[in-house]
């Protein structure tokens, strides 16, 4: 069976758990304290040098870390990962704005706030770039807002990979203190998401 | 012909010319200045709402954005993409890796000391945040150098678009401040990108 190196918290391990919820793929969940250097030890760190959840194991011992590549591997050739190549590069454009221009603010943010705050609160230069990472986070929701006023979906017509990825972090911001209010076409879409067949939620533990 | 919007000084421009130069696939190149905010007029915002280049333009007026997005689509069904499906998720894995962990602290040390430093130096806030990019950077090249210690290039045994991602920086991380003597193995794996067929240099502004 398939091992997720995982963290029920983190919307970069929500997004394989959602993706293998939908595809009705069987896996095991063992999961780390990211708060703790739980991925930072040596025997994590030979799974993945870099030190990060997800982190998908295969029944040979082969891995993969890096959310965004673990959900191109999965989705090939299902309707999570459009036919068309164009759309392709669409779907892939969003995911590489989702890992430069998204969770960077939009998830650090809610790590902070929603985690680590007694480390974060009263520290004059966490604050300060806590506030940048708060305008930063609201122009990748804006421009979602923007992409999704005429458009169900983030790519073509259907749900794929494009939507989860964004999903994850987006559905979660007000943990980091971004107010959806102001992104009605960007709530519309959310509530599109988790209406889908299979949807589990990001605190859902249990896949057997 | 196809358009690339471009910047010759980026890294992520650099890696759509490269990679189209070694398909001999013909583009003219759109230069901005991102220094004077040529990315975020009306006109470039309506092309790429993220106000980033690179941007392709295709003769029907299609765009795409994201430069590792940009350089999956010129690579599908090429030398430069892994026809393994497990090799090609690995290939992805080093472009988000690279977009999260690698370019974030290295391009940005570099545009900080290399294009902007009058804005930087004696500023202390953006001072400690360089420092912080240095780290980050060194712990980005440690993990390419431990990586490359007992492989020619990063996925599999052939130069890819894994390859061209992170070269696109890393080949110029002295700019930043990166002084490579301590990562022979990267060294040797630069040079070898650089002797590819095909390989044009960062500086290279004609594509005829």
Redesign the interface.
């Known amino acids: 069976m398939l091992t997720l190196h995982d963290n029920l918290g983190s919307g970069n391990a929500y997004k394989v758990r959602l993706l293998l919820a939908h595809l009705a793929v069987p896996f095991r969940r063992i999961d780390y304290d990211v708060t703790t250097g739980e991925t930072r030890t040596p025997a994590f760190l030979a799974l993945n ?2 030190g990060r959840i997800p982190v998908i194991e295969f029944d040979d011992g ?1 891995v ?7 959900l ?2 999965f989705a ?1 050739e299902t309707p999570y990962l459009p036919t068309d ?2 759309q ?3 779907a ?2 969003w ?3 989702e ?3 998204h ?2 603010f939009i998830a650090v943010a809610r790590y902070w706030r929603h985690y680590i705050w007694d480390q974060v609160q009263g520290d004059a ?1 966490k604050e ?1 770039a806590l506030a940048e990472k708060m305008e930063r986070g609201h122009q990748a929701l804006a ?1 979602m807002e ?2 999704l006023e005429d458009r169900a979906f983030l790519v073509g017509d259907s749900y794929s990979i494009a939507d989860i990825a964004l999903y994850a972090y987006s559905h979660v911001a007000d943990e980091g203190g971004f107010e959806l209010a102001g992104y009605p076409a960007l709530r519309r879409w959310l509530d599109r998401v988790a209406d889908q067949p299979g949807h589990v939620l990001i605190t859902q533990d249990s896949f057997a």
Chains 1, 2 share one sequence.
Do not use: G
């Open positions: 040098p870099n082969r993969l870390a890096e959310s965004n590549a673990i191109c591997y090939e190549r164009f392709r590069a669409q892939l454009q995911l590489f704005f890992q430069y221009s969770e960077p230069a300060a421009l923007q992409h």
